[in-house]
């Protein structure tokens, strides 16, 4: 059973909201609140941000939960991909309940979820900005290397990553610790987004 709660300014769309999820399985609501200092941090699994400003969104600096956000702003969708969520999810404000619920219950077992196209202009946008791409490293990532870091941008833990690639788990943290000192950064999500910026990988 995956808690969630709704943060938003909007009572009407709080309300909307609340009517979509209170029959969806596997969904219990803990409720809705208007501010961030509301939200029961201690049971809330995912937070589901809707009709926020940016300054709100840059608030947020809690990992206790997963963050949800409904947003057409590509901006706002930047915002997650540089914050240290442990897991988030951007989909338009327009979704469906189907929609909705698929990206709580992903956003729940700690997968990034995002809408295509937001993701695909962001990602675009992300390359452009670092043009040089792999070119730009001191040295280039092995093949190896890549599978891994790719494997680990998509949620999967290095048990999982070893299984995936018929490897030991100490040699995963091998190519992790190669990784991290070729990307210059020192843990999982910065590493996601330096491949991501360089177009070494993909969600």
């Known amino acids: 059973m995956i ?32 501010d961030l200092e509301d939200v029961n941090l201690k049971e809330t699994e995912v937070l589901i941000l ?36 442990r897991a988030w999810g951007v989909i338009s404000a327009s979704a469906t309940s189907d929609e909705l619920v698929a990206a709580i219950r992903a956003v729940g077992e700690g997968l990034w979820v995002g ?34 870091l790719q494997w680990m941008a998509e949620g999967l833990a290095n048990k999982q990553i070893a299984m995936k690639l018929g490897i030991s788990e100490h040699t995963v943290k091998f190519h992790l610790s190669s990784l991290y000192a070729k990307l210059n950064v020192s843990s999982r999500t910065e590493a996601v987004k330096r491949g991501l910026g360089l177009g070494l990988i993909s969600l």
């Open 50 to 85: 809707a009709s926020v400003s940016s300054a709100q969104l840059n608030e947020i600096q809690v990992d206790a939960f997963g963050l949800l956000l409904l947003t057409d702003d590509q901006d706002q969708a930047r915002q997650l991909l540089d914050s240290n969520m």
């Open 3 to 34: 808690r969630v709660t709704i943060l938003s300014p909007n009572h009407a769309l709080r309300v909307g909201l609340r009517e979509m999820l209170s029959n969806q399985s596997g969904i219990k609501m803990l409720g809705e609140v208007v």
């Open 115 to 148: 809408a295509p196209g937001l993701m695909r202009g962001l990602m675009r946008s992300l390359r452009r900005a670092d043009d040089l791409g792999e070119e730009s490293l001191v040295e280039a990532l092995t093949a190896r290397e890549k599978e891994v």
